[in-house]
């Protein structure tokens, strides 16, 4: 079983920051790559950065240089953050944690989600 939690979301108001966080735990048995993605209400899910197993990163062009996507490895467990500064009220959406991995070492990569944590930016 593999779990993806994030927390970090909340109220903030615009030009303000916020720190997201994601665990991912359990069955890992590798990592192709990390992101987080967000869906604002009555929109699609889109990506705002993604990081690779090598530390190559990538994001939308409405956050560059606004935000940084970052990852740490701890012990049965990855960390996935995103430093979000200026923060507009366009920002306001959920966010979402996700992994590519493999659980186990015959199993083929797979996408994984947590359940989402909300951020709202007021004007």
């Known amino acids: 079983q593999v779990q993806l939690v994030e927390s970090g979301g909340g109220l903030v108001q615009a030009g303000g920051s916020l720190r997201l966080s994601c665990e991912a735990s359990g069955s890992i048995y590798s990592i192709n790559a990390m992101g987080w993605y967000r869906q604002a209400p009555g929109k699609q899910r889109d990506m705002v950065a993604a990081?690779?197993?090598?530390?190559?990163?990538?994001?939308a062009d409405s956050v560059k240089g606004r935000f940084t996507i970052s990852r740490d490895n701890a012990k049965n467990t990855v960390y996935l953050y995103l430093q979000m500064h200026s923060l507009k009220p366009e920002d306001t959406a959920v966010f979402y944690c996700n992994a590519e991995l493999r659980a186990t070492m015959w199993n083929p990569a797979m996408d994984y989600w947590g359940k989402g944590t909300l951020v709202t930016v007021s004007s």
């Open positions: 990081i690779t197993s090598r530390g190559s990163t990538n994001y």
